[in-house]
């Protein structure tokens, strides 16, 4: 990843905002789209921290999200 990434605003304890950090990064250097990243980085929310988690990233901000 060439630009840091910079949390701007988190409202999760510090372990959950470092794991996010860490698989942003898997994921921006595993997957070339947006929805690939989010659908990536829900998998990993949901499996570690129960489900019903979104996911929203981009400049179109696509996501991958269960609506109930």
């Not at 905002?17 to 690939?36: G, I, L, M, P, R």
């Amino acid at each position: 990843m060439n630009e840091q990434l910079k949390v701007i605003m988190a409202y999760m304890p510090k372990d959950m905002e470092n794991n996010a950090v860490n698989w942003f990064n898997e994921a921006f250097s595993t997957y070339t789209t947006h929805k690939d990243m989010a659908d990536y980085l829900k998998q990993k929310f949901d499996h570690i921290y129960g489900r019903n988690w979104q996911c929203i990233i981009g400049k179109n901000f696509e996501r991958q999200a269960n609506l109930l």
